[in-house]
Structures are given as structure tokens and as C-alpha cells.
């Protein structure tokens, strides 16, 4: 079992930039694929980011080069850090995790946390 923690949410201006952190819980968080979702009002949840257990790293087109995701196996905890942010960028962000390998409907969800982008 794994419980999720996300934090570092809130309001930046268009062009600013935040960093979420997801700590975790439980043994071998090594071992867990970690994600980021988002959902904004009215629109389904969508992926953001992903690292593997290899470090291996992914991203949608809309965030390529602008998020970074990353991990501290020694701290339970993975990290988005998100720059040039844009209004469209505003949701509730989730962090997910699955043991070894990320899926499209990860097992373990965190319990949100706003970001919100004005322009």
C-alpha cells in the first residue's frame, strides 16, 4: 500500500514557475513507477509526467520543456518543477504511482493540490 502527499500548490502569474512535490509512504518506493496528472474544471484528467524506477522520463507535447519530473528514492518523494506556466496550466495536479510500471489508470492517487496560473 502506498499513500500519496502532494504539495507546493498555488497562484503564480502567467510566465512564473512552481515546483510540486508528492511525498510517498510505504516500502520500496524504488520500485514504484511515479506520475503526474491533471484535471481542469470541466476537462478529463490528463497525464503530465512520468519517471520510471529507471529514471527514464516522459511527457505529453503541451509540457515538453517547460515541466521537469524527478525523484529522491532516499526521500520517498518525486517532484514536478514547472516553468513559463500558462493560464492553461491551471487544474488540480495529481501525483500517481504503480508499482514498477506507470499505467493510463495508475493504482495509488494523491489527493490533489490547485495550481492556478493567471494571466
Known amino acids: 500500500q502506498v499513500q500519496l502527499v502532494e504539495s507546493g500548490g498555488g497562484l503564480v502569474q502567467a510566465g512564473g514557475s512552481l515546483r510540486l512535490s508528492c511525498a510517498a509512504s510505504g516500502r520500496s518506493f524504488s520500485n514504484y513507477a511515479m506520475g503526474w496528472f491533471r484535471q481542469a474544471p470541466g476537462k478529463e484528467r490528463e497525464f503530465v509526467a512520468a519517471?520510471?524506477?529507471?529514471?527514464?522520463?516522459y511527457y505529453p507535447d503541451s509540457v515538453k520543456g517547460r515541466f521537469t519530473i524527478s525523484r529522491d528514492n532516499d526521500k520517498n518523494t518525486v517532484y514536478l518543477q514547472m516553468n513559463s506556466l500558462k493560464p492553461e496550466d491551471t487544474a488540480v495536479y495529481y501525483c500517481a504511482a504503480d508499482r514498477l510500471v506507470l499505467s493510463t489508470r495508475p493504482t495509488y492517487w494523491g489527493q490533489g493540490t490547485q495550481v492556478t496560473v493567471s494571466s
Open positions: 519517471i520510471r524506477v529507471s529514471g527514464n522520463t
